[in-house]
Nanobody
């Protein structure tokens, strides 16, 4: 059974930091690209970062809005994707999802490329 389980969301003040994790199971992660998305109320799901993953060789891509604030990393051994978020702002408030997809080429092509999704974790940034 394929599962992606996110954790680490919560409430934080502007300027604060959070670390999200996503544990994958039920499929061979080394064959899949894996990504973070977020969705704020009333907005479309937005790509944050993705890692194309081919037999241990990876490339990482970020959305322009990240601007060096977020860092994503993948531990293939632990099948865990993380997202370190710094300098958080109220506009970062959203549900954050991880996703995995069997993608050849650019992994930053939108949510439609991804086959498996986690349930999401809420991140709220407010004072």
């Amino acid at each position: 059974q394929v599962q992606l389980v996110e954790s680490g969301g919560g409430s934080v003040q502007p300027g604060g930091s959070l670390r999200l994790s996503c544990v994958a199971s039920g499929f061979r992660l080394s064959y899949y690209s894996i990504a973070w998305f977020r969705q704020a109320p009333g907005k479309e799901r937005e790509g944050i970062s993705c890692i194309s993953n081919s037999y241990g060789s990876t490339q990482t891509y970020y959305g322009d809005f990240v601007k060096g604030r977020f860092t994503t990393s993948l531990d293939n051994t632990k099948k865990t994707l993380t997202l370190e978020m710094n300098t958080l702002a109220p506009e970062d408030t959203a549900i954050y999802f991880c996703a995995a997809g069997y993608i050849s080429g650019d992994c930053f092509g939108g949510p439609g490329l991804y086959d498996f999704w986690g349930q999401g974790t809420q991140v709220t940034v407010s004072s």
